[in-house]
């Protein structure tokens, strides 16, 4: 983490309002379910101290994304050099967009606002406006920072120019930073652009549509958000969000559904896998009967110790019996499958794509129609081929009568011409004479 720097621009250079007291500012910790967060005001020192100075680091590790700060509505993909935990999934991807926010998604498509965000301030930045407006990242190997320097907002230039950043850390802790913010967050018009600062992540579920061969229906399902509270989003201020655990992180069947983390944790013996059954992998959970298996809440393992007889020496009563897991409700717990796609108006995520190889079960369709498919344009390329040679072989003999080729085949018409000529007089001399025995 970059100490604050001291030359002129920096982020002490901001000016406070005097009179103001200096006191901590800290906010009390939000549980979000997967994260808590903490925000810090301006005249908290913790806010200064999570605050990255790129301009201090190695100049070589420093990247300005050419084509992101010239353009608006664009997002370009950036590789990670560590895996970043995000809801429990390990990432070594991220999609940097030109609207203040990171796409974290495998499936990209037009509405990266949608869902799987992580967004420090997304609004309707164009970098292009000012030749001063920049995107850069610095990744250290252990962090990766995004920084939108002096953007302003397309619709309204003349609110003056944004500077803050976005840190993940290889723990999985967010950190937003805010340099420059000219206005209150919640007077940021989104009639053109959604307005959103927190978190989001979905899952893909994969349909085939049996009317259209080779095409599949993603739909996107959002099962968590974390929505911060815009009017937090200040000069000098920074939120802190610190992951909790997840299912996932088991890797076990006892400790999996034995967890006490606030989500219904069940273990799959097919997939070797602890989830809630809502995460990116949901569609193999239901796929591979997960939630069926999940109802007994018994480990294989346990049920060998319930037989062992009394006489055994093995002191294993604790854990012979069902296990019990902690079910708590707490605020927007995705305790039932969503029925309906995220109402939102700038987005409909109901994506009908040719298949790419999305969906694992369908692969032996896939090959099939592939065949099918390479078997038609070969042929039609064979019939192609075979008319020009005929086309080309007519227009060489036309121009060069007296080659070989042609004078071979005009002989070949002179003989066939002839054959056809005699066998005609023939027929009519035969008709002729059983016309003249029929008179007589």
């Known amino acids: 983490m970059g100490q604050d720097s001291s030359e002129p621009g920096g982020f002490t250079d901001l000016l406070l309002e005097e009179g103001h007291d200096n006191a901590t500012q800290t906010e009390e910790d939000t549980d979000h379910n997967y994260y808590t967060s903490r925000t810090y005001g301006p005249y908290d020192s913790t806010s200064r101290d999570l605050w990255v100075n790129i301009d201090q680091m190695e100049k070589d590790k420093v990247k300005i994304h050419g084509i992101l700060s010239n353009t608006h509505r664009q997002a370009a993909r950036v590789n990670l050099s560590f895996d970043f935990p995000f809801y429990g999934h390990f990432l070594r991807e991220i999609t940097v967009a030109t609207g203040g926010f990171i796409y974290t998604g495998e499936v990209v498509h037009r509405m990266l606002t949608a869902t799987q965000y992580i ?19 610095f990744d250290n190997g252990t962090a990766l920072v995004v920084q939108w320097d002096h953007v ?11 500077t803050f950043q976005a840190t993940l850390l290889n723990d999985g802790r967010i950190i937003f930073g805010y340099k420059e913010i000219p206005v209150s967050v919640t007077q940021i018009s989104s009639t053109n652009h959604p307005v959103k600062v927190g978190l989001s992540d979905a899952f893909v579920v994969v349909h085939r549509i049996q009317q259209i061969p080779n095409v599949r229906r993603r739909t996107i399902y959002e099962y968590h958000r974390v929505e911060l509270q815009m009017s937090k989003i200040t000069n000098l201020s920074a939120v802190e969000m610190i992951p909790l655990p997840t299912c996932l992180q088991f890797n076990s069947c006892g400790p999996c559904v034995t967890a006490q983390i606030g989500f219904n944790c069940s273990w799959c013996s097919k997939l070797q896998r602890c989830s809630s059954g809502f995460d990116r992998h949901r569609q193999d959970w239901v796929d591979s009967g997960c939630p069926e298996e999940s109802k007994d809440k018994i480990c294989e393992k346990n049920i060998d110790e319930m037989e062992t007889p009394p006489y055994s020496t093995t002191t294993s009563q604790p854990t012979t019996t069902k296990f019990r897991v902690l079910t708590t409700t707490r605020g927007s717990t995705t305790s039932h499958l969503p029925t309906s796609l995220p109402t939102e108006d700038d987005t409909k995520i109901a994506l009908h794509l040719k298949d790419n190889g999305a969906s694992t079960d369908d692969s032996a369709i896939e090959k099939t129609g592939g065949t099918l498919h390479a078997g038609l344009i070969v042929g039609i390329l064979i019939l192609v081929l075979i008319v020009a040679a005929a086309i080309l072989v007519t227009v060489y003999m036309y121009h060069h009568p007296t080659s070989a080729a042609s004078l071979f085949f005009i ?27 029929c008179i007589c």
């Open 411 to 437: 002989e070949e018409i002179h003989k066939r011409y002839i054959t056809a000529t005699s066998k005609q007089m023939a027929s009519n001399e035969i008709q002729k004479r059983i016309w003249s025995s």
């Open 119 to 137: 967004a420090p301030l997304m609004a309707n930045f164009d970098p292009s406006v000012s030749r001063n407006s920049t995107v850069r990242y």
């Open 152 to 162: 302003h907002l397309q619709d309204n230039y003349n609110l003056g120019s944004f």
